[in-house]
């Protein structure tokens, strides 16, 4: 019999070759995954999405994220609604705020307050994806974004009217905000077990409960980082590289803070600013990595993940790439596969 392994979803690289993309993407549908997610590191999932597309026909695909604040809800929109045409109504979009320094750094684009920002750029993605075919866009003047569609010529009709929109988040805001208005939540991967179970999940429930809603409307899809090996000094060290990344971002400090690891993650801020990861890795103390990384063989890192699936509907299992070498980072996701999936 089959193993049911609809409750996984994996993921996609978009710097891949076009022929290693296409044939994950045939495996994992395959193996019978729920998903397949493509991230946006600094280039668009678009691409990445529109290849899986073209050789599955049942698996859903996902942005993993898509940045909200990098381009125009407008442009955000229409890719959503290509990705699900040529996908037949298989796309979810995944949005998220990601952090201050990038979208205003980075892509020289505002980011302003990150949830009433995101609500709107939800607003506006919804409004062009239900009324474009229709030509009854109006003029948008929102806080963010400000959008003429006067001269607008409809377009030929969607898919789908409707396109799931899920949200992602590191802290309670964005989790409540998921759960005032979206279709699913995505669990950011260095969500400790503890935090998506105390905080997470209490938080969503909470926003269903006031916005009228019920729990089976919204998907949660909670990611956790994984290092699957028998030699568990190895792991641990592997995991800190990853850790160090999030753990040097400024903006995220009060969630390590609430973790008991702030005086690390202080650490790990000025070394990154810095350029020098390898120096921050070596901040992260081993308890600091295994709250943030699950470590392990297999029995043990099966045994942490037992609950989770007690409270969310499915789960994104990725592999560190922090200070590894492409070909460690491969090893890890075939463990994964073989542990979960195989």
Request: proline letters at 6%; aromatic letters at 12%.
């Given at each position: 019999?089959?193993?049911?392994?609809?409750?996984?979803?994996?993921?996609?690289?978009?710097?891949?070759?076009?022929?290693?993309?296409?044939?994950?993407?045939?495996?994992?549908?395959?193996?019978?995954?729920?998903?397949?997610?493509?991230?946006?590191?600094?280039?668009?999932?678009?691409?990445?999405?529109?290849?899986?597309?073209?050789?599955?026909?049942?698996?859903?695909?996902?942005?993993?994220?898509?940045?909200?604040?990098?381009?125009?809800?407008?442009e955000t929109a229409m890719a959503a609604?290509?990705?699900?045409?040529?996908?037949?109504?298989?796309?979810?979009?995944?949005?998220?705020?990601?952090?201050?320094?990038?979208?205003?750094?980075?892509?020289?684009?505002?980011?302003?307050?990150?949830?009433?920002?995101?609500?709107?750029?939800?607003?506006?993605?919804?409004?062009?994806?239900?009324?474009?075919?229709?030509?009854?866009?109006?003029?948008?003047?929102?806080?963010?974004?400000?959008?003429?569609w006067r001269e607008f010529q409809p377009?030929?009709?969607?898919?789908?009217?409707?396109?799931?929109?899920?949200?992602?988040?590191?802290?309670?805001?964005?989790?409540?905000?998921?759960?005032?208005?979206?279709?699913?939540?995505?669990?950011?991967?260095?969500?400790?077990?503890?935090?998506?179970?105390?905080?997470?999940?209490?938080?969503?429930?909470?926003?269903?409960?006031?916005?009228?809603?019920?729990?089976?409307?919204?998907?949660?899809?909670?990611?956790?980082?994984?290092?699957?090996?028998?030699?568990?000094?190895?792991?641990?060290?592997?995991?800190?590289?990853?850790?160090?990344?999030?753990?040097?971002?400024?903006?995220?400090?009060?969630?390590?803070?609430?973790?008991?690891?702030?005086?690390?993650?202080?650490?790990?801020?000025?070394?990154?600013?810095?350029?020098?990861?390898?120096?921050?890795?070596?901040?992260?103390?081993?308890?600091?990595?295994?709250?943030?990384?699950?470590?392990?063989?297999?029995?043990?890192?099966?045994?942490?993940?037992?609950?989770?699936?007690?409270?969310?509907?499915?789960?994104?299992?990725?592999?560190?790439?922090?200070?590894?070498?492409?070909?460690?980072?491969?090893?890890?996701?075939?463990?994964?596969?073989?542990?979960?999936?195989?």
């Open positions: 019999m089959a193993k049911d392994n609809s409750r996984f979803w994996g993921f996609v690289s978009g710097n891949m070759p076009g022929d290693v993309l296409t044939a994950q993407a045939r495996a994992m549908e395959g193996l019978g995954l729920g998903g397949i997610w493509a991230p946006q590191i600094y280039g668009p999932p678009w691409c990445a999405l529109g290849a899986c597309a073209a050789v599955t026909q049942r698996i859903t695909l996902a942005s993993g994220i898509a940045l909200a604040f990098a381009r125009s809800p407008f609604m290509d990705l699900d045409r040529i996908s037949g109504g298989r796309f979810v979009l995944g949005l998220g705020p990601s952090v201050r320094s990038w979208s205003e750094g980075f892509f020289g684009m505002p980011y302003g307050r990150p949830v009433e920002h995101l609500r709107e750029v939800i607003h506006i993605v919804r409004e062009v994806v239900a009324k474009s075919h229709k030509g009854e866009l109006s003029s948008f003047q929102g806080k963010y974004h400000r959008h003429d377009l030929a009709t969607p898919v789908r009217p409707y396109i799931p929109i899920w949200v992602a988040a590191v802290r309670t805001p964005l989790v409540r905000l998921a759960g005032e208005m979206a279709d699913g939540l995505i669990g950011h991967p260095i969500w400790s077990v503890r935090w998506a179970k105390e905080q997470a999940l209490p938080a969503l429930l909470d926003s269903l409960a006031r916005a009228g809603r019920q729990r089976a409307d919204v998907h949660f899809n909670a990611w956790f980082w994984v290092v699957i090996n028998r030699d568990r000094r190895e792991a641990i060290e592997d995991a800190k590289g990853t850790v160090a990344f999030y753990a040097g971002i400024q903006q995220y400090e009060d969630y390590f803070a609430a973790h008991g690891f702030q005086a690390e993650a202080r650490r790990c801020q000025r070394w990154v600013k810095e350029g020098n990861y390898a120096a921050g890795a070596q901040e992260v103390s081993d308890e600091m990595a295994q709250t943030f990384v699950i470590c392990g063989d297999p029995d043990d890192v099966r045994r942490r993940l037992e609950p989770v699936f007690e409270f969310v509907d499915s789960l994104t299992l990725v592999p560190p790439i922090g200070g590894l070498p492409p070909e460690k980072v491969a090893a890890y996701a075939q463990a994964i596969a073989e542990t979960f999936y195989l």
